[in-house]
């Protein structure tokens, strides 16, 4: 186990850029197929997965450290995964395929912000870290 990542906020975050880079891969499916006859589109959830997992910690009893070498409470990393979805519910053209381009290239773009957000927010946990070492040798 490493224990930098271990970290409950720095498990998070690895879980959301994972999640968002499978977005990412099924978005590109979709775009790819959106003229093959019958193709229906997927989507990705697992910011509802995420809000049940932190609506379920908020309920728990809160863990108390009563010895120095205590670790903090841990994140279970395989709790959180995104889900792959396929919508078949709806279809925007004759051919039975579902896939709207201009929705797609939408998604695309959004989940390119969060996934810089979510890195940006990372990267500023590991430098965090780095400084409190690095701060430490002086």
């Known amino acids: 186990m490493n ?7 720095a498990a998070l975050l690895e879980q959301a850029i994972a999640a968002a880079s499978v977005r990412h891969k099924v978005i ?3 775009i790819a197929n959106v003229n093959t006859p019958g193709f229906k589109r997927s989507e990705v959830r697992f910011e ?7 609506d379920s910690k908020k309920k728990k009893l809160p863990m108390s450290i009563t010895h120095e070498r205590h670790i903090g ?8 995964s995104p889900q792959i979805r396929t ?8 051919d039975g395929n579902n896939v709207d381009i201009e929705i797609e290239m939408a998604n695309m773009a959004k989940n390119t912000i969060y996934y810089d957000a979510t890195v ?3 990267s500023r946990h590991y ?12």
């Open 87 to 94: 919508v078949t519910e709806n279809s925007y053209r004759t």
């Open 48 to 54: 509802d997965a995420l809000r049940e997992e932190m």
């Open 28 to 30: 590109a499916d979709n």
């Open 120 to 122: 940006q927010q990372l």
């Open 73 to 80: 409470q841990i994140v279970r990393s395989n709790a959180l």
């Open 127 to 138: 430098s965090s870290i780095k400084s409190a070492i690095n701060e430490g040798r002086r």
């Open 3 to 9: 224990i930098l990542s271990s970290a409950p906020h």
